[in-house]
């Protein structure tokens, strides 16, 4: 399976998830104030951490700390 593949496979699954997510009202399950608009800020967040972490010159520390947790 190429790379365009499994991104796009990845965020269909992702948007049925949020879908769900919407539908099963998540943040009161998991009791988070500001209803949707915090819980859709926090996913929001979530997703794009990754991609900005690569931006940053300390990006192999979680190598380290994988040593560490052995």
């Not at 269909?12 to 998540?26: C, G, P, S």
């Amino acid at each position: 399976m190429t790379p365009e593949k499994m991104y796009a496979t990845t965020l269909t699954f992702l948007i049925a998830h949020q879908i769900d997510a919407a539908y099963w009202k998540e943040w009161e399950m998991f009791l988070l104030p500001g209803g949707i608009q915090f819980f859709d800020l926090l996913v929001l967040t979530n997703l794009s951490f990754p991609y900005l972490y690569q931006l940053s010159p300390y990006a192999y520390y979680p190598l380290w700390f994988s040593f560490i947790l052995r």
